[in-house]
């Protein structure tokens, strides 16, 4: 089992930044992808972005490329959103996620899962 546990979000004006942190501990080492997700009132998850644990390779979503960008920190043992640039349509609740195996990064299909920080994005 994998426990992961998301911090850093708050209340920002547009075009301001935010850093998320996920702490993972556990079975770390189970897991060869984590990824960041999203979920606004009223719509359904979405993905954000995703890392190699290993090789730090990187995925982002068309919505958040050149805005946000996806690190990590094997040593801590932390995955890391810079968020820049933010908008009114980022607000939601940011989840971090980590994935067994090295395919899929852009569903939904993750095995472990934070509990979310909020992300609240103001005009």
């Known amino acids: 089992q994998v426990q ?4 850093g979000g708050g209340l920002v004006q547009a075009g301001g930044s935010l850093r998320l942190s996920c702490a993972a501990s556990g079975r770390t080492s189970s897991s060869s992808v984590m ?3 999203r979920q606004a009132p009223g ?4 993905f954000v972005a995703a890392i190699s644990w290993s090789g730090g390779s990187t995925y982002y979503a068309d919505s ?3 805005r946000f960008t996806i690190s990590r920190d094997r040593a ?4 890391v959103l810079q968020m820049n640039s933010l908008k009114p349509e980022d607000t939601a609740v940011y989840y971090c996620a980590a994935r067994r195996e090295n395919t899929g990064w852009g ?4 095995d472990y899962w934070g509990q979310g920080t909020q992300v609240t994005v103001s005009s």
């Open 76 to 79: 801590k043992s932390t995955v």
């Open 107 to 110: 569903t939904l299909r993750y």
């Open 4 to 7: 992961l546990v998301e911090s």
């Open 43 to 46: 719509k359904e998850r979405e």
């Open 64 to 66: 958040v490329k050149g």
């Open 35 to 37: 990824g960041w997700f």
